[in-house]
């Protein structure tokens, strides 16, 4: 039963969070619009039906019964017939009638750089919760990570017939230069240590050279002389040393919790550029039996579920579980950050670019001494958003039953 609550509880975490984090999103759009005096009349958390709602000024706020969203309605986002000298078309039927009085509150008179602030504003939120997360993550809780500490050493160099040195074989650097379990690496090469990359920069750059090595055994420090080889496994070609270490936590300096940050931010955006093959590998992996990719993008009951194991597991100490709800946060809202930014409409990106490209246009027509008098037609841009929306309807289904059918372990 406690096992039960304590799953329940980490979905309650990611749904609140995830709240939180839309919630800040759309704040990002309304506040920048309502500063440029666009009349903005409704600012929705979730979907679906309306579980509370208050107006205050022209604006209704409300929270809405599916939390997988949010939205906030400002008028003329869509340039009405009467703004173009040409009258020969109309729009459809379900045209939005702006009033009078509202004529100079509509979004699209605004000059491209206005609507380029409020347009991304809200996926400027989720940049700076994903980075505040970050800092707090990596240079307050600390990240998991190898130590210079040595657990064990292992005899050899493995080889591809070899790989688990269960034959005599060349020995390893480690075991030649007589290191042992429990030093701890302090010095290679003439330079001081602290974390592993450090040594495997150093070692990486004097593969068959001898060098210098430091280990703290005991408390004493004693000099060692080293000779890195490089082995070639599983494709991967890399300086090896020949020791299995310890874990330990470290707690980031803020410019290394910056690089870190830049390379989710990488990895991320590589993600959703491979979403098509994701998406094929996903029907792939609904199947029970079928391993699932780690690194493989994942739908919200596949975070739930995620979360949820996280919240009821007895082995991770209480510290260890509220830095994992706040990664996986934090992780939520670098994708939040990045998918919006991709230039498509309806998302935040697709707004972005059709403001760019009529600051473009304006310019040009500066340069011929003219002046655009009519806003640039951003409702040709529909067709491409109906056809965006229906492709991520399905990736969400698809992903959605292969977490339900076939959930990733924990």
């Keep these: 039963m406690m096992t039960f609550l304590n799953s329940v509880s980490g979905w309650v975490i990611l749904l609140l969070g995830l709240a939180i984090s839309i919630g800040l ?3 990002g759009h309304l506040w ?11 600012y929705m958390i979730g979907f679906g039906p309306t579980l509370f709602s208050r107006k205050r000024g022209d604006t ?3 929270i809405k019964a599916i939390p997988l969203g949010g939205y906030i309605q400002m008028i003329g986002m869509l340039p009405p017939s009467s703004a173009f000298k040409n009258a020969s078309f109309r729009r459809t039927a379900s045209e939005e009638v702006i009033a009078p009085e509202d004529a100079d509150r509509t979004f699209y008179r605004l000059a491209p750089w206005k609507k380029l602030i409020i347009m991304f504003g809200g996926p400027f939120a989720n940049l700076l919760i994903a980075m505040v997360l970050t800092f707090v993550l990596l240079c307050g809780f600390g990240n998991y ?12 160099v493995p080889t591809a017939s070899n790989p688990n040195c269960d034959q005599v074989g060349e020995p390893s650097p480690a075991s030649s230069a007589g290191i042992l379990a429990k030093d701890k690496i302090v010095e290679l090469d003439g330079k001081r240590v602290k974390l592993w990359t450090e040594v ?16 703290s055994r005991q408390g004493v420090e004693r000099e060692l002389t080293l000779k890195p080889v490089q082995t070639s496994l599983n494709g991967e070609t890399k300086a090896y040393l020949g020791v299995y270490l310890e874990v330990e936590k470290f707690r980031l300096t803020p410019i290394a919790a910056l690089e870190q940050f830049g390379s989710m931010l990488s990895s991320t955006a590589l993600l959703i550029v491979q979403l098509p093959a994701q998406a094929i590998n996903a029907v792939a992996e609904i199947d029970p039996n079928a391993e699932r990719d780690q690194n493989g993008a994942i739908s919200i009951i596949g975070l739930g579920q995620f979360s949820g194991d996280i919240a009821s597991n007895s082995e991770i100490t209480l510290e ?12 939520l809202n670098v994708a939040l950050f990045v998918f919006n930014m991709i230039p498509l409409v309806p998302l935040d990106g697709g707004h972005i670019a059709a403001g760019l490209y009529e600051w473009a246009k304006r310019g040009v027509w500066r340069l011929r001494g003219k002046k655009l008098e009519e806003p640039v037609d951003t409702s040709k841009m529909m067709p491409v958003a109906y056809f965006v929306a229906g492709l991520l309807l399905l990736l969400t289904v ?4 292969r977490d339900i059918v076939n959930p990733l372990q924990l």
């Design 398 to 401: 698809i992903l959605v039953i």
């Design 60 to 62: 209704e706020y409300g």
């Design 32 to 42: 920048p619009a309502k500063k440029f005096g666009v009349k903005v009349t409704k």
């Design 25 to 27: 999103h759309e704040i």
């Design 200 to 215: 495997e920069a150093i070692l990486t750059k004097n593969v068959g050279k001898e060098i210098s090595i430091k280990v």
């Design 145 to 156: 990570g190898r130590s210079t500490t040595v657990n064990s050493v292992l005899q050899c």
């Design 320 to 331: 260890d579980k509220v830095a994992s709800q706040l990664a996986l946060l934090m992780s």
